[in-house]
Nanobody, 118 residues
Framework: QVQVVESGGGLVQAGGSLRLSCAFP???????????LSWYRQAPGSQRELIAR???????NYADSVKGRFAISRENARKRMFLQMNDVKPEDEAVYFC?????????WGQGIRVTVSS
């Protein structure tokens, strides 16, 4: 079983910043670089939603709710991906999940909670 480890979540004050990280094991080196990376989030009582995506060429797409505030990035050499969250709002409070889509298989992080204090 491939273990994908998320980190960086926790409590943040509204208007503040937080950086989420996701580390993938070296065993999937051959599929990480060509894969598309995404961040999803799920708030209580809501469905999981896609908020940011980066393809293997570095092209990004964002949900309107986070556009201009969040930024997805990747470090292929270290098999890591990140979500920089700026100007965090109370409505950003959720469990965040990282995702690698290789086209044939998906890898998910375990989920990490972000709590926003106002």
């Amino acid at each position: 079983q491939v273990q994908v480890v998320e980190s960086g979540g926790g409590l943040v004050q509204a208007g503040g910043s937080l950086r989420l990280s996701c580390a993938f094991p070296r065993t999937i080196t051959s599929v990480f670089n060509p894969g598309d990376l995404s961040w999803y989030r799920q708030a209580p009582g809501s469905q999981r939603e896609l908020i940011a995506r980066m393809n293997n060429g570095g092209i990004t797409n964002y949900a309107d709710s986070v556009k201009g505030r969040f930024a997805i990035s990747r470090e292929n050499a270290r098999k890591r991906m990140f979500l920089q969250m700026n100007d965090v709002k109370p409505e950003d409070e959720a469990v965040y999940f990282c995702n690698l889509d290789t086209g044939g298989r998906q890898y998910w992080g375990q989920g990490i909670r972000v709590t926003v204090s106002s």
